[in-house]
């Protein structure tokens, strides 16, 4: 199964509102977690990302929170605008040590889309 | 500042066939990551590249391979075409030993028929 996962498919906002976006993942090794923007025909847009060491990191309008305890990672948007509707993916990687080329596998989940209703 | 761009944007072949994709990093990168993203799924990883050598590769069989050229630029062929292939292929880079966020492209479509 997969590693990373989301609780909710599909999230319908007000524009306006708060958005939430969840995220569960299972490898107690993960150390370092990215949210991803998706818009139709284009490829995944950086948003914010989130070392293990951290628990809560903020960017514009965004903000990431890491529960370490229970795996959970979530995406705050603030005053959700029409532009943030897409797919949001969070994705994981495991720092494994090597070759001394580093290691860098980004694991994603399936990814909600949100709507924005105006 | 060129982002990560690939080409060609779309692509149709039939089963059997070959396919070479192509991608140029984003100015200053020098690793290169592909993936594949079927519909409706996240992307899966396929294998990455680092002075020109493939250094990690993700669940994907033999049929998939790729090469890195000293100008960091990468390609991803496939070989024995199958339906299931159809998807879209991102390609991403990053810098080795630096900044930890992968940028990726916008990705080519193949269909296979």
């Known amino acids: 199964g997969e590693s990373v996962g989301l609780h909710l498919p599909t999230l319908s906002v007000q524009e306006g509102d708060n958005s939430i976006i969840n995220c569960a993942y299972s490898n107690s090794a993960s150390d370092y977690f990215i949210w991803y923007k998706q818009e139709s025909g284009k490829g995944p847009q950086f948003i914010i990302d989130?070392?293990?060491?951290?628990d809560k990191r903020q960017g514009q309008r965004v903000t990431v929170l890491l529960n370490k305890t229970v795996k959970h990672l979530s995406l705050q948007i603030a005053a959700t605008q029409p532009g943030d509707s897409a797919v949001y993916f969070c994705a994981e990687n495991i720092n494994w040590a090597y070759s001394g080329a580093g290691s860098y596998q980004l694991t994603f989940g399936k990814g909600t889309k949100l709507s924005v209703i105006p | 500042d060129a982002g990560v761009t690939q080409s060609p944007t779309h692509l149709i072949k039939t089963r059997g066939q070959q396919v070479t994709l192509r991608c140029s990093p984003k100015?200053?990168?020098?690793?290169v990551s592909w993936y594949q993203q079927a519909l409706g799924q996240g992307p899966q990883f396929i294998f990455q590249?680092?002075?020109?050598?493939?250094?990690q590769r993700g669940n994907f069989p033999d049929r998939f391979s790729g090469h890195q050229f000293p100008n960091y630029s990468s390609e991803l062929n496939v070989n024995a075409l199958l339906l299931g292939d159809s998807a879209l292929y991102l390609c991403?880079?990053?810098?080795?030993?630096?900044?930890?966020?992968?940028?990726f492209g916008s990705g080519t479509q193949l269909s296979v028929l």
């Open positions: 590249y680092y002075e020109e050598e493939e250094r």
């Open positions: 991403a880079s990053r810098v080795q030993g630096g900044d930890e966020k992968l940028f």
């Open positions: 989130i070392r293990s060491n951290m």
């Open positions: 100015s200053g990168h020098d690793t």
